[in-house]
């Protein structure tokens, strides 16, 4: 018998992780399997390699290979995560490390897999486009002004009525902290 034990991976994932997959439910996926049959059961374990670990999840993080079904490939499943911070579309690793009972594959033939995370948040301020409407005499009515995104330093929101001699908005500044943007 030729065959010599080891672990094959796609080199990199079908394609880039987006922050919008949980809520879309798309996942990128990538290939694993065995180049020989084990004795046992070998377990192999994804985990993100990236400082910034908020950039993806599994969606199943383990894969296990049986004596039965080891050369058919299996397939681990990534989705984006949206982080709200506007950090850019950013390259990470994920680790793929093999556990089992059969030494040949306990903690060996680790594999590395390329992906790209594409960040969608986009710095913007948005205002409820509905019509306020007011009449004289005492009337009121309101508006929301949200951010998409987090801010990395704090943003003043000006408000300056188009009439200043017929209405008036109370506050007439919003501010928005890092800490507390999406209250």
Do not use: C, M
Not at 120 to 141: F, G, K, L, M, Q
């Amino acid at each position: 018998d030729n065959d010599i034990a080891g672990t094959v991976a796609s080199p990199k994932a079908s394609e880039p992780v987006l922050e919008t997959d949980a809520v879309t439910g798309r996942k990128s996926n990538f290939s694993v399997l065995l180049n020989t049959e084990p004795e046992l059961y070998v377990v192999a374990i994804g985990t993100v390699d990236s400082p910034d670990e908020g950039e993806a999840s599994f969606v199943f993080q383990n894969i296990t290979f049986t004596p039965a079904d080891w050369s058919t490939p299996k397939f681990f499943y990534i989705q984006g995560i949206n982080e709200f911070d506007r950090d850019g579309d950013k390259d990470f690793n994920i680790t793929i490390s093999f556990k089992s009972e059969d030494s040949i594959y306990d903690g060996k033939f680790n594999k590395t897999v390329a992906v790209q995370s594409v960040d969608n948040d986009i710095a913007r301020i948005n205002v409820d486009h509905r019509a306020v409407e007011i009449s004289e005499p005492n009337t009121t009515d309101s508006f929301v002004v949200v951010l998409n995104a987090k801010p990395k330093a704090p943003v003043t929101v000006i408000y300056t009525p188009s009439r200043p001699d017929k209405f008036f908005t109370t506050p007439r500044k919003v501010y928005f902290i890092e800490e507390r943007w999406n209250i």
